[in-house]
């Protein structure tokens, strides 16, 4: 059985800084691409940031600039460095991750609890 459990979440005021971290465990063969999404209420889920194993990194648009995704593997570990934050910032993020869990082939995405995220104007 395979886990993602995030924490770092909380209230800011805006321009603020949060560090998010999500911590994989289970059985495990391997990490491919780890992530995090949000969801804002009345909207649809986004993705904010992705990294994968090699540690290339990809941004949406409104996060690029502010926000740093990084990842320690020997941890099965993926953080989310957010500064500048703003009020439309808030939203619960989820940390996503495809693992593998028996052999390599054998992928499947998981997906945290989410961490709250207020940040007020």
């Known amino acids: 059985q395979v886990q993602l459990v995030e924490s770092g979440g909380g209230l800011v005021q805006a321009g603020g800084s949060l560090r998010l971290s999500c911590s994989a465990s289970?059985?495990?063969?391997?990490?491919?691409?780890m992530g995090w999404y949000r969801q804002a209420p009345g909207k649809q889920r986004e993705l904010v940031a992705t990294?994968?194993?090699?540690?290339?990194?990809k941004y949406a648009d409104s996060a690029s600039g502010r926000f740093t995704i990084s990842r320690d593997n020997a941890k099965k570990s993926v953080y989310l460095q957010m500064s500048s934050l703003k009020p439309e910032d808030t939203a619960v993020y989820y940390c996503?991750?495809?693992?593998?869990?028996?052999?390599?082939?054998?992928?499947?995405?998981?997906w945290g609890q989410g961490t709250q995220v207020t940040v007020s104007s």
């Open positions: 996503n991750a495809d693992i593998a869990t028996r052999f390599w082939y054998d992928r499947k995405d998981y």
């Open positions: 289970g059985s495990i063969f391997s990490i491919n691409a």
């Open positions: 990294i994968n194993s090699g540690g290339s990194t």
